[in-house]
């Protein structure tokens, strides 16, 4: 079908505003780095002319997010001396994991990393108002002894437990607490802490976690990748190409509620029996462990210690561990005819795998004869802090609203 001749002019004209907000990005990016640059930089790095460029910086620094910061060092040749630009907006994100046993807080600019993370526990999450009340006093203080001011936040966001709608800022369903209801709007209570005119971001725990490795490891951005949250609870964050999905009621990623044995007494927060969750859950460890004679082991054991245990040669550990390789093999075998994913990221306590846990995923998922002979897909244990993935995961989305709609 021929285009009219007023669809080919409206093209046309939209086609320089397409460009200009391309190169406005893009020297954007430049400025996210963090350092002074000049004019003749911005055109090397991104290509643009530099009067293009020169007036971009203009443009930003009329908008208060970049200024000038005078004249550099003259050039190795000599001749007039370049200026120097930065990028100028100076508020803070405030970064909270409102978790079960931990409340934890950061702060970080519009850009540059998450820092000064203070932790608090322990933190009942039993009362949905004791929790906030005990949220609000802690940012309280952590921003009093920072030195950040009401005013000097552009944004705060909070990751916790459940399947959250993201839209709305609404905790729908928290199997690690179910006193605080259903449908709770999380984003509500966040405004009557730090007021209205802020940038606010609820997240899934797993989900803002899992958003982190896109920040490390940009090739992810253009795979299907499945990173898996393991620490007080089990929950997935899918990416699809740089996208997480979420589905119509949040449910995409809590894997944690899959149900791996029909035959386990073990009831799970959801109401189930068998979940993946509470069958690889230290309670359920320790009470194999006691099952097994090694009731021993279980003072003070933690999941990174039953591995620590296996890595000695500990045959009860060796044992437990066996099982837990297996309930994550049917898993991700499960997972695998749906999702297809190219790459497993694993992080929190079961990042702290050992070779026996290893050995045993990768030897039953090999069982399976519909894929390839090579490994089925990649698997990576993530190491890392958690809950810092948690917390720069969830700024990210801030940061990344913040710079979309600059124009």
């Not at 997010?65 to 994100?93: H, M, Q, W, Y």
């Not at 390789?325 to 991700?332: G, I, T």
């Amino acid at each position: 079908m021929r285009s009219s001749a007023k669809e080919k002019k409206e093209r046309k004209v939209a086609m320089p505003a397409d460009a200009k907000l391309i190169n406005r990005h893009m020297i954007m990016d430049v400025l996210r780095r963090g350092e002074p640059v000049t004019v003749a930089d911005i055109h090397e790095i991104t290509g643009i002319s530099r009067p293009t460029a020169m007036k971009t910086l203009q443009h930003y620094c009329e908008m208060g997010v970049a200024r000038s910061l005078g004249l550099g060092e003259s050039t190795n040749v000599g001749g007039k001396k370049p200026e120097l630009f930065c990028f100028s907006d100076e508020r803070k994100i405030l970064c909270i994991n409102l978790w079960p046993g931990e409340l934890c807080i950061g702060v970080c600019g519009l850009i540059g990393e998450v820092e000064n993370l203070k932790r608090i526990d322990p933190l009942e999450l039993n009362s949905l108002d004791a929790a906030f009340e005990r949220l609000r006093g802690a940012a309280a203080d952590y921003m009093l002894q920072a030195g950040i001011a009401l005013e000097d936040l552009y944004g705060v966001m909070l990751s916790v437990p459940g399947t959250v709608d993201y839209d709305q800022m609404m905790l729908r369903y928290n199997s690690q607490a179910p006193e605080w209801g259903v449908n709770v709007m999380l984003g509500d209570r966040l405004r009557a802490i730090f007021g209205e005119n802020r940038a606010y971001f609820v997240g899934n725990a797993g989900k803002s976690a899992g958003r982190s490795i896109l920040l490390d490891q940009p090739e992810y951005a253009s795979r299907r990748v499945m990173t898996l949250f393991t620490t007080w609870g089990v929950s997935a964050c899918m990416i699809e190409r740089g996208h997480v999905l979420n589905g119509r009621d949040s449910l995409i990623g809590e894997i944690g509620h899959m149900i791996i044995s029909d035959c386990s007494e073990v009831t799970c927060g959801c109401g189930m029996r068998g979940c993946l969750e509470r069958l690889v859950s230290l309670a359920h460890v320790k009470d194999m462990l006691r099952d097994l004679g090694a009731g021993d082991l279980c003072q003070g054991l933690t999941i990174p210690g039953l591995f620590a245990l296996s890595a000695q040669g500990d045959a009860r550990a060796q044992q437990v561990v066996r099982y837990l390789a297996h309930c994550f093999a049917v898993a991700l075998h499960n997972l695998s005819l749906a999702y297809n994913q190219e790459a497993v990221v694993i992080q929190g306590d079961f990042a702290s795998a050992d070779a026996l846990f290893d050995q045993c995923l990768r030897s039953e998922l090999a069982q399976f004869r519909y894929y390839p002979e090579e490994a089925p897909f990649a698997i990576v244990y993530d190491r890392r802090d958690i809950a810092l993935s948690a917390l720069r995961g969830g700024a990210h989305v801030i940061k990344t609203k913040y710079f979309s709609a600059l124009d």
